[in-house]
């Protein structure tokens, strides 16, 4: 924890530099796991995949055929997921996962998605 607690500092400080203010939700709240989930979206909305009708994921970048990695923790195969890594063994595996929204994808990166081809 000691270096999350440096990176959330420094973030703080970089931020009161520039003027920005620092906005947080609630973690009472019912979407402060949702915005943390949106905010990796923001980071990482290239590294994105789709739940195929055989179990297996589509990575939307390369459509890549993917799996959840044994280590995921996830207790269920959501149909839109962020990854963090992709791991090359005998099968292709997604790691460090966690679920988003379509919607999201949308929002926070309509440069990138294109809706025609959108799942």
Excluded at 12 to 27: H, W
Excluded at 71 to 99: G, M, Q
Aim: charged share 20%; glycine share 4%; aromatic share 12%.
């Amino acid at each position: 924890f000691k270096q999350a607690d440096r990176v959330r500092e420094q973030l703080s400080r970089i931020m009161r530099t520039q003027q920005i203010p620092l906005v947080s939700t609630e973690f009472t709240s019912r979407e402060y796991y949702n915005n943390i989930r949106k905010a990796l979206t923001g980071g990482y909305f290239m590294q994105v995949g789709h739940l195929e009708r055989s179990g297996h994921y589509l990575t939307v970048k390369d459509n890549q055929v993917v799996n959840l990695h044994p280590s995921t923790v996830l207790d269920h195969k959501p149909k839109w997921c962020l990854y963090h890594e992709f791991v090359l063994t005998s099968k292709n595996y997604i790691r460090t996962v966690t679920a988003v929204e379509p919607s999201w994808l949308l929002e926070i990166a309509p440069h990138y998605y294109d809706l025609s081809n959108f799942p």
